[in-house]
Nanobody
């Protein structure tokens, strides 16, 4: 059983920065791919960034060059550093942990945090 707790959301002006944190209940990064999703009003949930067990990262086109996903193994925490924020970044941001079989990609486990609100407005 994995628990994920997000923090760091809030109100920020366009062009500003924010760092989100996701604290996991144990040392899971050797077995789980971590990800950040977001969901804005009237829109579908969107994948923002992923971080594999080997340290590889991927980003949505809308986030590339502005957002950075990282982790601190000692603290069991994954981060999303968000720079040059835009009003269209406004959404509830969710931390996700997934465990997959290496070859077949079968989903073994999937966990979500409760979400944290990010509002970008002047």
């Amino acid at each position: 059983q994995v628990q994920l707790v997000e923090s760091g959301g809030g109100l920020v002006q366009p062009g500003g920065s924010l760092r989100l944190s996701c604290a996991a209940s144990g040392s899971i990064f050797s077995n789980y791919t971590m990800a950040w999703y977001r969901q804005a009003p009237g829109r579908q949930r969107e994948l923002v960034a992923t971080l594999t067990t080997g340290g590889s990262t991927t980003y949505a086109d809308s986030a590339k060059g502005r957002f950075t996903i990282s982790r601190d193994d000692a603290k069991n925490t994954v981060y999303l550093q968000m720079n040059s924020l835009k009003p269209e970044d406004t959404a509830v941001y969710y931390c996700n942990a997934r465990r997959l079989l290496a070859n077949t990609r079968q989903l073994l486990a999937n966990y979500w945090g409760q979400g944290t609100q990010v509002t970008v407005s002047s």
